[in-house]
């Protein structure tokens, strides 16, 4: 006879402050992981990007190239290369092991928010206050972008990267989605300037920040509006949204200094975790395991499940 399938333990949300990292970076813009997870870089506002091991607290590599503070940076997906963003307008792609400077992007007329890699790691797409999003070819030494897309009417603030589609949020309050298998651009008006956008982990959704202290989760084939996600403040700044691990929860940061964690399906908000005073302007939620750091001032905290038992010796 077929036994059942056992019952999929009920996702664990981060609840438990493992470390906190003192970067020394000024105000901290971002935090990012890597593409596995084991790393994440922190963007300062003192113009460097720092590598670390987040659950060991070890700080790895400080990278120093910018002329102004440093907004948004990603991993390739080999860990070889990061590519940055800033207040300087530029876009720098950086050696990992040598810490070195291979390349700047110049073009923006204005500070870059927002830097993705594609999946190869061919190409490097930043997001800018200037209304584009430029697209750079990561391994020649053209100066000028491979292309444009300049489609928003105000600032770019958030871009991400699936394997043939992209996608944009804007102060103009809309999310754009380019396929570019079928040559297609899909546009979804929110109505709010959007602070951040997202894919959901199963490709299906989008999930869209804005200034308007809501969430909002879209079908992404037909914009339809799946759920709303209230509760948190985001008024003024920049927040980070994303989904946890398995797309069981929506969560965001927060005005107030809490990041909040709301039920994906049901939409009730479930966990408004105290982070400390401020804002936390940035969150980065691990690839595969119930880890989320979260960004506010000049610190970063890592945080688990509150099962999680440190690694001996990683203290």
């Given at each position: 006879?077929?036994?059942?399938?056992?019952?999929?333990?009920?996702?664990?949300?981060?609840?438990?402050?493992?470390?906190?990292?003192?970067?020394?970076?000024?105000?901290?813009?971002?935090?990012?992981?890597?593409?596995?997870?084991?790393?994440?870089?922190?963007c300062?506002?003192?113009?460097?990007?720092?590598?670390?091991?987040?659950?060991?607290?070890?700080?790895l590599?400080?990278?120093?190239?910018?002329?102004?503070?440093?907004l948004?940076?990603?991993?390739?997906?080999?860990?070889?290369?990061?590519?940055?963003?800033?207040?300087d307008?530029?876009?720098?792609?950086?050696?990992v092991?040598?810490?070195?400077?291979?390349?700047?992007f110049?073009?923006?007329?204005?500070?870059?928010?927002?830097?993705?890699?594609?999946?190869?790691?061919?190409?490097?797409?930043?997001?800018?206050?200037?209304s584009?999003?430029?697209?750079?070819?990561?391994?020649?030494?053209?100066?000028?972008?491979?292309?444009?897309?300049?489609?928003?009417?105000d600032?770019?603030?958030?871009?991400?990267?699936?394997?043939?589609?992209?996608?944009?949020?804007s102060?103009?309050?809309?999310?754009?989605?380019?396929d570019?298998?079928?040559?297609?651009?899909?546009?979804?008006?929110?109505?709010?300037?959007?602070?951040?956008a997202c894919?959901?982990?199963?490709?299906?959704?989008?999930?869209?920040?804005?200034?308007?202290?809501?969430?909002?989760?879209?079908?992404k084939?037909?914009?339809?509006?799946?759920?709303?996600?209230?509760?948190h403040?985001?008024?003024?700044?920049?927040?980070?949204?994303c989904l946890?691990?398995r797309?069981t929860?929506?969560?965001?940061?927060?005005?107030?200094?809490?990041?909040?964690?709301?039920?994906?399906v049901?939409?009730?908000l479930?966990?408004?975790?105290?982070v400390?005073?401020?804002?936390?302007?940035?969150?980065?939620?691990?690839p595969?395991?119930p880890?989320?750091?979260?960004?506010?001032?000049?610190?970063?905290?890592?945080?688990?499940?509150?099962?999680?038992?440190?690694?001996?010796?990683?203290?």
């Amino acid at each position: 006879m077929a036994f059942p399938e056992p019952k999929p333990r009920p996702p664990e949300l981060p609840r438990k402050r493992l470390r906190t990292l003192e970067c020394g970076q000024g105000a901290v813009r971002a935090v990012r992981f890597n593409a596995d997870g084991n790393y994440c870089l922190t963007c300062g506002g003192d113009k460097t990007l720092k590598l670390w091991n987040p659950l060991r607290g070890t700080l790895l590599r400080t990278y120093s190239g910018h002329g102004y503070e440093v907004l948004d940076a990603a991993g390739s997906f080999d860990n070889s290369s990061l590519c940055s963003g800033g207040g300087d307008k530029a876009v720098v792609l950086w050696d990992v092991a040598s810490g070195q400077v291979v390349r700047k992007f110049r073009g923006h007329a204005g500070k870059v928010n927002t830097v993705q890699f594609n999946e190869e790691a061919t190409v490097i797409l930043s997001g800018s206050i200037d209304s584009t999003i430029r697209c750079w070819d990561s391994r020649s030494r053209r100066p000028e972008p491979v292309q444009t897309l300049d489609e928003a009417k105000d600032g770019v603030s958030s871009v991400k990267v699936s394997d043939h589609e992209v996608l944009a949020g804007s102060v103009d309050g809309r999310v754009r989605r380019y396929d570019l298998r079928m040559g297609q651009l899909f546009s979804d008006y929110v109505g709010s300037p959007i602070t951040c956008a997202c894919f959901s982990r199963d490709g299906q959704c989008v999930l869209a920040a804005s200034l308007d202290s809501t969430l909002r989760l879209l079908d992404k084939e037909t914009g339809e509006l799946l759920g709303e996600y209230t509760g948190h403040r985001n008024q003024q700044y920049k927040l980070d949204c994303c989904l946890s691990e398995r797309d069981t929860h929506v969560v965001s940061g927060s005005e107030d200094g809490k990041v909040f964690f709301w039920d994906l399906v049901e939409g009730a908000l479930v966990l408004a975790l105290p982070v400390g005073p401020g804002v936390v302007q940035s969150l980065a939620f691990h690839p595969s395991e119930p880890c989320l750091l979260t960004a506010t001032g000049s610190s970063v905290h890592c945080w688990r499940e509150e099962a999680y038992e440190a690694e001996s010796g990683a203290g």
